[in-house]
């Protein structure tokens, strides 16, 4: 929520000045709603998605990349063949939920005046005076994404266990 104020609110303070002292001509008042709330949980995901990846990266056993230089391969080589798909799967679990914590915390746009679902499910709410069936279906339609990707994470994660699977151990 602070991220998404601190780019809302000051994120276009800092342009508009910085476009009037380099006469840009591209003005805050230009740049739509949507953009700020992506950029701002961007920055988010950013932040964390580095550490999953580097994590991913310090799970890989470095005795991967000695065997690698040890049959030829240069560093790019080595990094792309063999430290990167090992690194990727290790690191999906954490993506997967960095993934659905990045589409929960997109709920918090409506602070902002961006309707996304759970803004249209209280506007629907506030029209009808009952909230429980908007809200109701929100959470629904939160619930099915976050299957969905689950579901995508789980045939990732087989497909990379089968390619990392092989060799003796």
Known sequence: MLH??????GLPTIWDAMA??????????DVSLYVLVVAALSLTAGAYMSEIIRSGFLAVPDGQ???AYSVGMTTFQ???RV??????????????SLV????????????????EVNGVAMMVGSQRWSFLEPL?????IYWGIALLI????????????????????
């Open 65 to 67: 990349l000695e065997a």
């Open 136 to 140: 109701s279906a929100a959470a629904l």
């Open 4 to 9: 998404l104020y601190i780019v809302y609110l």
């Open 78 to 80: 080595a990094v792309y």
């Open 100 to 115: 659905i914590g990045i589409l929960h915390g997109s709920s918090l746009a409506y602070l902002v005046s961006l309707f």
């Open 150 to 169: 689950e579901r995508l994470a789980a045939v990732l994660e087989k497909h990379w266990k089968t390619y990392s699977g092989g060799g003796v151990v």
């Open 20 to 29: 009037n002292h380099y006469h840009w001509g591209i003005y805050s008042k």
């Open 83 to 96: 430290i990167f798909p090992q690194a990727l799967g290790a690191s999906l679990p954490g993506i997967c």
